[in-house]
Structures are given as C-alpha cells and as structure tokens.
C-alpha cells in the first residue's frame, strides 16, 4: 500500500514562494503519476498539476500555469511543487496523488480520479 504524505505547507505573504514536498512510502513512485490537488474553504477539490512517473511530462491548470513547478526525485520516493508568486486566492488545503497509468509513462493528467491520496498541507497566503 503506497502512503503519501505532504510536507511544506506554512503561511506566506503575497508574492511569495513555497514549495511542497510530497513523500511516498510502502511503494516505490517510480510508475505512479502524481496528481497535486488544493480545495479552498467552501470550494470543491481542484486539481492543479501533474506529473508523469518518469518525469518528462508536466502539465498544469490555467489558474497556476507560469507560477507553479511540479518536478520529481524517484531516487527520494518524492514529489515537490513549487510555488511562486502566491496569490490570496491559493489559499488552500493542497494534497497530492499518485495513480499508475500502465504502459504510458509519460502519461499524467490534471484532476480527475487517482488511487492514492495524501492526508494534506494547508497554505496560507496573507498580508
């Protein structure tokens, strides 16, 4: 069973930067794409980015394209977002996912279902 565990998560003025890591244990990530996601208070879950298992391809939501990275290290069993130039409206509970797309490694999509799920790591963005 694949455990997933989001760290980083802290309050941040705007315009600033964090970034998120998220670890894996119990199962190696090296085939799984890994999903981040955030749910605002009121708002339902949202998925923002994504990652395909060998790392080559990324993709990202309109509302975070040019400001988020998603990278990853299968080495340390991890995967980070990176986030810069914070807005109020990140505000958010962030999680992140992780889901095998067999035979397409280079596969990942944004939102949708995914098999494993982090407990999440709130950010705050706040003057």
């Known amino acids: 069973q694949l455990h997933l565990v989001e760290y980083g998560g802290s309050s941040v003025q705007p315009g600033g930067s964090l970034r998120l890591s998220c670890v894996g244990s119990g199962y190696a990530l090296d085939y799984q794409a890994i999903g981040w996601f955030r749910q605002a208070p009121g708002k339902e879950r949202e998925g923002i980015a994504c990652?395909?298992?060998?790392?080559?391809?990324?993709n990202y939501a309109d509302s975070v394209k040019g400001r988020f990275v998603v990278s990853r290290d299968n080495i340390k069993n991890t995967a980070y977002l990176q986030m810069n130039n914070l807005k109020p409206q990140d505000t958010a509970i962030y999680y992140c996912?992780?889901?095998?797309?067999?035979?397409?490694?280079?596969?990942?999509?944004?939102?949708?279902?995914?098999?494993?799920w982090g407990q999440g790591t709130q950010v705050t963005v706040s003057s």
């Open positions: 996912a992780a889901k095998e797309y067999y035979g397409a490694n280079d596969y990942c999509a944004v939102g949708g279902e995914y098999a494993f």
């Open positions: 990652i395909s298992s060998n790392g080559v391809r990324t």
